[in-house]
């Protein structure tokens, strides 16, 4: 006798209490910095960027940039939209109105990261978002589901969040080599990687020391993952234990990020859409009995979705499959043509894109595509005097050589982050960085909580000037000898000594 097709009830309850988290992590760490970085005090203030945008656009400026900030971007509204996801995902987690709590969430995250500007402008923003979405369609229906009376998980719905998986890591292979880069293609990309990589680990100084087979080695076997498993998610359901592998090989991916570098809560968040190729029968095996026997309590009693409820999410369907493919190809199509490559005319989609491109929930992905050779550094330095100079680090990115590179995810702290960017392109148009050093001079308490202790504490610097280094991961001798984990070079000043009148 055949098996019976598997069933997904006890996986989407993982799932969503998994999305669950990854929501509520989101909202903490964005409430911890919210104010420094876009409140009225903040380095980009919320409200003067929708008022430009009001000034801009018209009317027309709530369509292209939908936010709840446009009824309050104070700093207490602020502070709320983040409590209120806070919430929303702990009564998400608690299993409390499913489906109402992943728009809400969707609702406020889109809020948050159209107001955010650069600092939301993350590739796993706009995959938490994507993912909200699908999950919204994916979640049970009602106050207060229970797995022994909920409707069955929609096998449509499902299909997009598997679709949205294989996109997300099969673009995250293409990509690299589509791109043309060399580092990609010899595959000695990781050779650099652990080094140059936004925010580094100490575990990546320990992989950097391993010699160049090991990195090709690594690269070799991620482009397996990335490029050949994505493809057995589609498999039919009699070879589950194939996608059972893939699903395996694709978190354990996801597990060796997360150790090795601070990415944020994006490997939670991939680990929550692999996770969902698990079927119940595997589930059963490791969850407690409480709930597998709560899960198929009632049989097939489970309510079916009605006809209107299966034609709207059908309809939904078709045009979020259309949407993510076209995405998915013209990412490909971009890389192309960047590297020099021939490719195909998609210009006649743009208007496509560009309905639903405000909403920043149907996406292309590829994180890395092109490796990061070396790594500079923006050091902030400050004096009362002009005379004598002293840095002010912030608290996670690199700065003094001897301090180690310590785990932060999953929060991310986003200032951090975008002075990595900065870094790439020092003379590019960096433009937050002149208002960061303007709240710098004003000593504002919600920018200077973003960055480490202050050497400043009793009166804020008259000067400030931005130093350039190249930094590099000290050799294994080096590091015997000196205790530091960097070494750094001195490269120039990218400003002459500044004052706030300078500035603003």
């Known amino acids: 006798m055949p098996d019976p097709p598997p069933s997904y009830r006890l996986s989407r309850w993982v799932f969503l209490r998994l999305l669950g988290l990854t929501y509520s992590i989101a909202f903490v760490s964005l409430a911890t910095q919210v104010t420094g970085l876009i409140g009225s005090d903040g380095i980009l203030p919320a409200g003067a960027y929708l008022d430009r945008l009001r000034d801009t656009y018209g009317s027309e400026a709530y369509r292209l940039y939908p936010t709840l900030l446009w009824l309050s971007s104070s700093d207490l509204a602020l502070t709320i939209l983040c409590g209120f996801g806070v919430a929303a995902s702990v009564l998400l987690i608690s299993g409390v109105a499913p489906t109402l709590m992943l728009v809400l969430l969707w609702s406020c995250y ?49 299909w997009l969040i598997w679709g949205l998986l294989f996109r997300l890591m099969f673009l995250s292979g293409i990509t690299k080599l589509a791109s043309g880069d060399p580092t990609w293609s010899d595959l000695t990309a990781l050779t650099y990687h652990y080094e140059t990589q936004p925010l580094p680990l100490w575990t990546g100084w320990h992989l950097h020391q391993l010699p160049v087979w090991f990195h090709q080695f690594s690269a070799a076997g991620m482009f397996v993952v990335e490029l050949i498993l994505p493809w057995l998610i589609f498999v039919p359901a009699r070879f589950r234990r194939t996608r059972l592998a893939a699903c395996a090989g694709l978190v354990f991916l996801q597990l060796l990020i997360g150790l090795t570098g601070n990415y944020g809560f994006f490997s939670l968040l991939s680990i929550a859409l692999c996770l969902t190729l698990i079927d119940d029968r595997t589930w059963a095996r490791v969850l407690p009995n409480r709930l597998v026997h709560r899960a198929f309590a009632s049989g097939n009693a489970h309510t079916p979705p009605g006809r209107w409820r299966q034609l709207l999410l059908t309809a939904a369907a078709i045009g979020l499959f259309v949407l993510g493919g076209l995405q998915f190809v013209r990412e490909i199509a971009t890389d192309l043509s960047r590297s020099g490559r021939p490719t195909v005319d998609l210009s006649w989609s743009d208007t496509i894109v560009d309905t639903v491109r405000p909403f920043r929930s149907v996406n292309g992905y590829g994180l890395f595509r092109v490796m990061t050779l070396e790594r500079p550094e923006i050091v902030i330095e400050g004096s009362l005097d002009g005379v004598e100079w002293t840095e002010w680090e912030l608290r996670w990115k690199p700065g003094a050589p001897e301090r180690t590179p310590r785990l932060v995810a999953p929060h991310q702290p986003r200032l951090d982050w975008q002075l990595w960017f900065a870094a790439l392109d020092p003379r590019g148009d ?75």
């Not at 999950?135 to 069955?152: I, K, Q, V, W």
């Not at 001798?477 to 400003?495: D, K, P, Q």
């Open 110 to 158: 889109l809020s948050v990261t159209v107001g955010g500007q650069a600092f939301m402008a993350f590739q796993w923003d706009t995959l938490l978002l994507e993912t909200g979405l699908l999950a919204c369609l994916y979640a049970p229906r009602g106050l207060r589901p229970t797995l022994a009376a909920e409707s069955a998980p929609s096998p449509v719905a499902r």
């Open 430 to 504: 960096s433009y937050w960085l002149s208002a960061l050093l303007v709240r710098l001079f004003e000593a504002k308490p919600a920018v200077t909580a973003l960055m480490d202790d202050s050497p400043f504490t009793t009166t804020p610097p008259r000067f400030l000037r931005l130093a350039y280094y190249n930094y590099r991961f000290t050799t294994t001798t080096e590091r015997t000898e000196t205790g530091a984990w960097w070494h750094r070079e001195f490269v120039s000043y990218l400003t002459d000594p500044v004052s706030l009148a300078d500035v603003r």
